[in-house]
């Protein structure tokens, strides 16, 4: 199976640390590595480096090399422009149907916190072996533990069967983004996993769900393919410009044939690493005896459940405040309540209102 790693996001939630042009994928977050390469490392270790693709945009293409220097041009899938999932995707299954139409893909989103990685990736082992055995798409869901309004939620049916201790249920149906009433439904009805993303096919079958879902794709990518013949990178570039901008689970997901996927339920420690409050709740362990999350240069007094990320040539001080978060970069800082961190992605559309986009 090739792993095909999504690094062309920008992940607005983290701003102002993520910016357009140095996404939080590429910063060590959690651990001691850049969060993207904490996630190429998992897969090393059972799959090898040939079978690992870094899917991204081309202006992110110079971060990367510098990231993996010794990884090869052609493990590297460029999209000229940043269109979302479902383009992003549909070209790098592409790209892959051109080497092997049948062999297995999985797509990894490059940001996410994983506690138990034997557990994490035993899934994909479960999950190839489906592919093989019945053709249909397997993803993984995780067990939802709070209302999220930002997570996908997909909904499950009977249980299909065990793997090695490992529950795989048939596919009932998905909803991305619900708001909060509808999430707290889903939360107590116990149906509903929060959406992975880690969509595992083949690259044929893949390409076919964008010609069934969502033909405008589709046709754009049998022209990028003709193109590819000739290494036509100015006219490849031209085409994929235009392609809709639109996630893979709006376009496909919620589309797709209930009897054509399967739903892995995961349960190795995850967390989708996608906006301050998430990222306190995921270091939590490291925090002081007041539950305040330190990173850089910082004296605080009288502060509780805060999470300060100073700047390493300045001090962040505080004095008084509680579950804030406070970042300070070069350029930029944010405060915010915590419980409003997921908002910041609001913010920034002001921001650019506003005509101040350099500081995105």
């Not at 533990?145 to 069967?161: M, R």
């Not at 003709?226 to 997901?253: C, G, H, M, R, W």
Request: with cysteine.
């Amino acid at each position: 199976m090739n792993i095909v790693i999504l690094s062309g996001g920008v992940g607005k939630r983290l701003w102002p640390l993520g910016r357009q042009n140095n996404p939080k994928q590429f910063f060590p977050i959690i651990g001691k590595k850049p969060l993207i390469k904490e996630t190429y490392d998992r897969f090393t270790k059972i799959y090898g480096a040939k079978k690992i693709f870094i899917s991204t945009t081309a202006d992110l293409l110079p971060h990367l090399k510098k990231i993996f220097p010794k990884i090869s041009a052609t493990q590297f899938i460029a999209e000229p422009s940043r269109r979302d999932t479902a383009p992003a995707m549909g070209f790098a299954a592409l790209k892959l149907f051109l080497q092997n139409p049948d062999e297995p893909i999985v797509f990894v989103p490059s940001d996410h916190f994983i506690a138990n990685v034997p557990k994490y990736l035993e899934c994909f082992k479960i999950g190839e072996k489906l592919i093989k055995e019945t053709g249909k798409l397997v993803d993984i869901g995780i067990a939802a533990t709070f209302p999220s309004t930002v997570l996908g939620y997909t909904k499950i049916g009977s249980k299909h069967k065990t793997i090695s201790g490992v529950e795989v249920y048939n596919f009932v149906g998905h909803t991305e983004k619900p708001n909060a009433k509808i999430a707290a439904k889903y939360l107590a009805s116990g149906n509903y996993l929060w959406h992975g993303n880690y969509y595992m096919w083949t690259p044929r079958l893949f390409l076919e769900a964008l010609q069934k879902y969502t033909l405008e794709i589709s046709q754009g990518l049998e022209k990028i393919k003709l193109a590819l013949e000739k290494k036509n990178n100015k006219q490849i570039a031209q085409i994929y410009n235009q392609l809709p901008k639109i996630s893979f689970d709006y376009a496909v997901t919620e589309k797709i044939d209930k009897k054509k996927a399967l739903i892995i339920k995961g349960d190795f420690g995850w967390s989708d690493v996608g906006a301050w409050d998430v990222l306190h709740e995921q270091l939590k362990d490291g925090a002081d005896e007041k539950g305040n999350v330190v990173k850089g240069q910082v004296v605080h007094q009288d502060t509780e459940g805060c999470l300060l990320y100073g700047h390493k040539e300045r001090i962040l001080a505080t004095v008084g405040i509680k579950d804030v978060v406070v970042v300070d970069t070069e350029d930029a800082v944010l405060v915010c309540p915590k419980s409003r961190a997921q908002e910041v992605k609001k913010l920034l559309e002001e921001i650019e209102q506003k005509g101040l986009e350099k500081y995105l």
